[in-house]
T-cell receptor, first 111, second 114 residues
Framework: GEDVEQSLFLSVREGDSSVINCTYT??????LYWYKQEPGAGLQLLTY?????DMKQDQRLTVLLNKKDKHLSLRIADTQTGDSAIYFC???????????FGAGTTVTVRA | KAGVTQTPRYLIKTRGQQVTLSCSPI?????VSWYQQTPGQGLQFLFE???????NKGNFPGRFSGRQFSNSRSEMNVSTLELGDSALYLC?????????????FGSGTRLTVV
């Protein structure tokens, strides 16, 4: 398909793990990114993974990449109320000089 | 280290007018790109500049234009504004010349067209 796809909503209990999934489009994509957007703010880069990697861990964040299925996931351990936000998956296709974004997953953390 | 600075933060314009938005990248970053964010269309790529050269352009009408100056600061212009141009316009800067492994975004300019 042409678009980066994400599920639109995720509700998680505080302290649990969140898993946000994304399907990207291009096997030649070099870098894949996760951005966070809080209300009224710009995009905050959370983490990125190079396409020749399978996994990347950064504190509470774990990114898994399945190149065969073009599937990317972001796991947030011990989810906190401050993690409530919209999370965007994005890909950078080789030679494109741009990011192609998914529609964003709204994560709501409930007490 | 200062982040990406976009000015102004908010703008209200009337249909038919034109508007210029400004972006100052992180010091040392030579790539600047622009995105439009709307509830209906999500995040859409407008254009990207590196060393004053436009390297890529998104699928927007010619009313949308941009440029980059020798100090890497960038401006985008929208002429003959339409109601549908109301959006959050985001600027991002990056260090790398080719593969961009770190795009840093500004807080955006919220444009409202009435």
């Amino acid at each position: 398909g042409e678009d980066v796809e994400q599920s639109l909503f995720l509700s998680v209990r505080e302290g649990d793990s969140s898993v946000i999934n994304c399907t990207y489009t291009d096997s030649s994509s070099t870098y894949l990114y996760w951005y966070k957007q809080e209300p009224g703010a710009g995009l905050q880069l959370l983490t990125y993974i190079f396409s020749n990697m399978d996994m990347k861990q950064d504190q509470r964040l774990t990114v898994l990449l399945n190149k065969k299925d073009k599937h990317l996931s972001l796991r947030i351990a011990d989810t906190q109320t401050g993690d409530s936000a919209i999370y965007f998956c994005a890909e950078n296709r080789l030679g494109d000089y741009k990011l192609s974004f998914g529609a964003g997953t709204t994560v709501t953390v409930r007490a | 280290k200062a982040g990406v600075t976009q000015t102004p933060r908010y703008l209200i314009k009337t249909r038919g007018q034109q508007v210029t938005l400004s972006c100052s990248p992180i010091s040392g970053h030579r790539s600047v790109s622009w995105y439009q964010q709307t509830p209906g269309q999500g995040l859409q790529f407008l254009f990207e500049y590196f060393s004053e050269t436009q390297r890529n352009k998104g699928n927007f009408p010619g009313r949308f234009s941009g440029r980059q100056f020798s100090n890497s600061r960038s401006e985008m212009n929208v002429s003959t504004l339409e109601l549908g141009d109301s959006a959050l316009y985001l600027c991002a800067s990056s260090l790398a010349e080719s593969v961009n492994y770190g795009y840093t975004f500004g807080s955006g300019t919220r444009l409202t067209v009435v």
